[in-house]
């Protein structure tokens, strides 16, 4: 932007066409005055060509700057100044004088034409200068200086209204929404705001908006590839559900959006969140500030409870089967637990088949990674039958994104306590991009990329395939034999 402003008492907006530094004598070139005072000073309209010669005698008002003396005119009416050929886009040369700017400001070499009869005419009197006009070559020049000139203010302009940028980020539950009734799509958003404009400039006491912006797959999202979209997008836009009205600089706020009447269908791709404040930005009554996040896609939660199977020595067995428990019972008794008898300690392993008896699911920033508790989750499910899938739930989220499960497991006999404490750990999420980007010039898709296990579709980024504990430890099967 060629005009340095100072936002912190806010400029007022004409200083981007007059800023008071031309006073009519002191035509320049540099960027510290406005677009007008600079258009002004260094170039020549229909109505002002050599204005200050045609009416310096009259009462008619005219600007100082450009003038004769600013120009190499006196060269051409001493005959001194020399024609010049220049080849139009009609490929036909043109031979002709072109009078010059060269002080007075910007320097323009084909500044003003002399016409036809301007040679024919006194020089001394006003209708002389009528005769200049400029041509094609001259609106070259112009637009030369001009329009990088215009297009750096206009971007300054536009910096100004929209200079108020708010920072989306995940809330601590680390989803921006989430589902289990794929039916009702995703009813509610919440995401923090964080006020970074420069300058520190405040939003107080304003109206905050959230848009939505999505395209709709047109077959069923959840496999791997390419599916068709609508060629439009959709847009949701729903102002905060508890009545803020400020997005503070020193920390996030929690923002909140009930889409109960409108909700994002869980065939969703492309989606953007964009959060429209409008309202005071430092001293500006009105302003606009905005804030745009590229989210995830719908992304599928996928458990898979592969304790139907165990891992014995390299090889699968159906869990609790004659076979399985044959493997690992030392003191042949049909059963496959540790146990203490005559004096001395059996040392067994649990081969049977056991059912998710409680899994609690919590998600969290990369930044914040949280543990998952049966007081601090996200999703509860209480039963997951051996041998079976269970999608648990659909995320909105970052494309990164950590994850906990805190499970425990179904006891098939009173006896067997072996391993069943509660497992708790900590995954790096991975979230479905399903959308159209603009790259290098060209338009490139991103699609997902689903892994198949044991007949399922399953989002390998969000996801869990929970196995029971092979024999011995160090003991690897192939999952995809399964």
Same mark, same amino acid.
């Given at each position: 932007?060629?005009?340095?402003?100072? !936002?912190?008492?806010?400029?007022?907006?004409?200083?981007?066409?007059?800023?008071?530094?031309?006073?009519?004598?002191?035509?320049?070139?540099?960027?510290?005055?406005?677009?007008?005072?600079?258009?002004?000073?260094?170039?020549?309209?229909?109505?002002?060509?050599?204005?200050?010669?045609?009416?310096?005698?009259?009462?008619?008002?005219?600007?100082?700057? /450009?003038?004769?003396?600013?120009?190499?005119?006196?060269?051409?009416?001493?005959?001194?100044?020399?024609?010049?050929?220049?080849? *139009?886009?009609?490929?036909?040369?043109?031979?002709?004088?072109?009078?010059?700017?060269?002080?007075?400001?910007?320097?323009?070499?084909?500044?003003?034409?002399?016409?036809?009869?301007?040679?024919?005419?006194?020089?001394?009197?006003?209708?002389?200068? $009528?005769?200049?006009?400029?041509?094609?070559?001259?609106?070259?020049?112009?637009?030369?200086?001009?329009?990088?000139?215009?297009?750096?203010?206009?971007? *300054?302009?536009?910096?100004?209204?929209?200079? @108020?940028?708010?920072?989306?980020?995940?809330?601590?539950?680390?989803?921006?929404?989430?589902?289990?009734?794929?039916?009702?799509?995703?009813?509610?958003?919440?995401?923090?705001?964080?006020?970074?404009?420069?300058?520190?400039?405040?939003?107080?006491? @304003?109206?905050?908006?959230?848009?939505?912006?999505?395209?709709?797959?047109?077959?069923?999202?959840?496999?791997?590839?390419?599916?068709?979209?609508?060629?439009?997008?959709? #847009?949701?836009?729903?102002?905060?559900?508890?009545?803020?009205?400020?997005?503070?600089?020193?920390?996030?706020?929690?923002?909140?959006?009930?889409?109960?009447?409108?909700?994002?269908?869980?065939? =969703?791709?492309?989606?953007?969140?964009?959060?429209?404040?409008?309202?005071?930005?430092?001293?500006?009554?009105?302003?606009?500030?905005?804030?745009?996040?590229?989210?995830?896609?719908?992304?599928?939660?996928?458990?898979?409870?592969?304790?139907?199977?165990?891992?014995?020595?390299?090889?699968?067995?159906?869990?609790?089967?004659?076979?399985?428990?044959?493997?690992?019972?030392?003191?042949?008794?049909?059963?496959?637990?540790?146990?203490?008898?005559?004096?001395?300690?059996?040392?067994?392993?649990?081969? #049977?088949?056991?059912?998710?008896?409680?899994?609690?699911?919590?998600?969290?920033?990369?930044?914040?990674?949280?543990?998952?508790?049966?007081?601090?989750?996200?999703?509860?499910?209480?039963?997951?039958?051996?041998?079976?899938?269970?999608?648990?739930?659909?995320?909105?989220?970052? #494309?990164?994104?950590?994850?906990?499960?805190?499970?425990? $497991?179904?006891?098939?006999?009173?006896?067997?306590?072996?391993?069943?404490?509660?497992?708790?750990?900590? #995954? /790096? @999420?991975? =979230? !479905?991009?399903?959308?159209?980007?603009?790259?290098? @010039?060209?338009?490139?898709?991103?699609?997902?990329?689903?892994?198949?296990? $044991?007949?399922?579709?399953?989002?390998?980024?969000?996801?869990?395939?929970?196995?029971?504990?092979?024999?011995? =430890?160090?003991?690897?099967?192939?999952?995809?034999?399964?």
């Amino acid at each position: 932007m060629p005009l340095n402003i100072s !936002i912190n008492n806010l400029v007022p907006i004409t200083q981007f066409y007059d800023t008071n530094s031309y006073d009519g004598y002191n035509a320049s070139a540099g960027i510290n005055q406005g677009l007008a005072e600079y258009t002004n000073a260094n170039f020549f309209s229909n109505d002002t060509l050599f204005a200050a010669e045609q009416y310096s005698f009259g009462n008619k008002h005219y600007f100082p700057y /450009p003038k004769k003396s600013s120009t190499n005119l006196q060269e051409y009416l001493n005959q001194n100044l020399l024609p010049e050929v220049i080849v *139009g886009e009609d490929n036909i040369p043109d031979t002709s004088f072109w009078i010059k700017k060269e002080r007075d400001g910007e320097e323009i070499e084909h500044f003003v034409r002399p016409g036809y009869f301007t040679k024919y005419i006194n020089p001394f009197i006003s209708l002389y200068y $009528r005769t200049f006009f400029r041509d094609d070559k001259c609106h070259e020049d112009y637009a030369q200086k001009l329009i990088p000139r215009a297009v750096g203010y206009s971007a *300054g302009l536009l910096n100004y209204f929209f200079r @108020g940028n708010i920072e989306i980020t995940l809330p601590d539950t680390g989803v921006y929404g989430k589902t289990d009734n794929p039916a009702n799509g995703f009813t509610e958003v919440k995401l923090l705001a964080k006020n970074i404009t420069t300058n520190n400039e405040e939003m107080p006491n @304003g109206s905050i908006e959230l848009v939505i912006k999505y395209k709709l797959a047109l077959s069923d999202p959840f496999q791997s590839g390419m599916v068709d979209t609508a060629e439009e997008y959709t #847009y949701i836009v729903v102002s905060e559900k508890d009545g803020k009205n400020t997005i503070p600089r020193d920390n996030a706020v929690e923002l909140t959006f009930d889409l109960t009447q409108n909700p994002i269908p869980l065939w =969703a791709t492309d989606v953007y969140l964009q959060i429209v404040f409008k309202g005071k930005l430092g001293m500006e009554e009105g302003a606009v500030a905005v804030g745009l996040k590229d989210i995830s896609e719908p992304t599928p939660i996928d458990v898979y409870n592969n304790n139907d199977k165990i891992c014995i020595n390299g090889m699968w067995y159906e869990a609790g089967s004659d076979s399985a428990i044959a493997q690992v019972d030392a003191n042949d008794d049909g059963r496959a637990w540790t146990v203490y008898e005559n004096g001395q300690w059996y040392e067994e392993w649990d081969v #049977y088949q056991h059912d998710i008896k409680n899994m609690y699911i919590r998600f969290s920033p990369v930044t914040d990674p949280k543990n998952a508790s049966p007081t601090d989750y996200s999703y509860h499910t209480s039963n997951i039958p051996a041998g079976s899938l269970k999608r648990a739930l659909f995320i909105l989220t970052d #494309y990164g994104f950590k994850y906990s499960f805190y499970i425990t $497991r179904t006891i098939p006999d009173p006896d067997d306590w072996w391993g069943h404490l509660p497992s708790q750990s900590i #995954y /790096p @999420g991975t =979230a !479905i991009g399903r959308q159209t980007n603009y790259i290098d @010039g060209s338009y490139v898709d991103t699609y997902p990329v689903f892994y198949n296990f $044991r007949g399922s579709d399953m989002w390998w980024g969000g996801g869990l395939i929970y196995i029971n504990w092979p024999y011995p =430890a160090d003991s690897q099967c192939i999952l995809s034999l399964l």
